[in-house]
């Protein structure tokens, strides 16, 4: 076959071209992520030798046991959990007027300045965004002083310095997905609803919200699901507290099958979560 045959086979047939676009990424993606995936999810269901320290490809549900019956689990889930919820909703907050006024109210070249103030973080370290926050947090730190002005003083490291830290690493994941979604609701439906003598929260509540909803469902996706496999920034400002992904950290060193049925917890949780959006049909105007 001549390159002419091909060339003329592929015009007048987009799809194969596509498939063979994308026949690279989507392989790389299944081997080198769901291979990987399935073959830890597998590991859940084996067990560590306890005289040997050998691990034993043999099928068996005491992790799953273990991991549903122990308090520790229990608590390390809800309070993993809690801590997504939270920034989630930290988040979703501070993105909804700040995306409003970045598509509707500031002008071209603020607005342009703002995008790349939410995109300048991203080029910053992970790991460099946590310690600055450790420092902020601690003793003598600029939150305790700013607080000791007024009478308070820093949170310190724990549960609050968590969900504030996260918040903050995450928020640019949030935005930016709410801002594309302001920016495709027509200014003319906002003139619409004005002129009908609508109030502008009555507008934001009954036009551009309902049109914003699929963005701002983006956006929790990242936060919540990124919150809830995090563990360095507890390992940071955590303090004593902890969630599953440092579980499953401690575990994988000398005890894989635990470490990867704790992994499936936070899994099932995102995949519910993912149900649920799914639900209000958000998804399909992604």
């Known amino acids: 076959m001549t390159l002419s045959s091909i060339s003329s086979t592929l015009s007048r047939r987009p799809g194969i071209r596509l498939g063979l676009l994308l026949a690279a ?29 050998e691990l034993e490809r043999t099928f068996t549900l005491d992790n799953v046991r273990e991991i549903t019956g122990e308090a520790l689990y229990r608590s390390v889930t809800l309070r993993t959990l809690g801590v997504a919820l939270l920034v989630t909703l930290i988040d979703c907050a501070i993105a909804l007027p700040v995306g409003f006024y970045m598509a509707k109210v500031a002008s071209r070249r603020s607005r342009h300045l703002l995008v790349i103030a939410f995109l ?17 947090l601690s003793n003598g730190g600029l939150l305790d002083w700013a607080g000791g002005l007024v009478g308070l003083g820093s949170p310190g490291f724990g549960f609050t310095a968590i969900v504030l830290t996260q918040a903050y690493i995450w928020l640019p994941y949030v935005i930016l997905p709410v801002y594309a979604a302001y920016e495709r609701v027509p200014d003319s439906l906002l003139d619409a609803a004005g002129d009908l003598g609508a109030r502008p929260a009555l507008t934001f509540r009954t036009v551009v919200l309902p049109l914003v909803v699929p963005g701002l469902v983006a956006g929790s996706i990242f936060s919540f699901s990124l919150t809830m496999g995090d563990y360095i920034t507890v390992n940071i400002v955590g303090g004593a ?21 704790i992994a499936l917890i936070p899994i099932v ?12 049909g958000a998804l399909e105007n992604l």
Do not use: E
């Not at 992970?126 to 450790?134: D, G, I, M, T």
């Not at 507290?241 to 990867?260: D, E, F, T």
């Open 120 to 136: 300048m973080p991203l080029w910053a370290s992970y790991l460099v965004k946590a310690l600055a926050w450790r420092s902020l």
């Open 25 to 53: 990424p989507l392989t790389w993606l299944v081997l080198v992520y769901v291979v990987a995936l399935a073959a830890l999810l597998v590991t859940a269901f084996w067990t560590i030798d306890s005289f040997t320290n």
């Open 241 to 261: 507290n902890q969630m599953l992904g440092n579980l499953v950290y401690i575990n994988s060193g000398s005890n894989l099958p635990l470490a990867a049925a």
């Open 269 to 280: 949780v995102i995949m519910i979560y993912l149900a649920l959006v799914r639900r209000t």
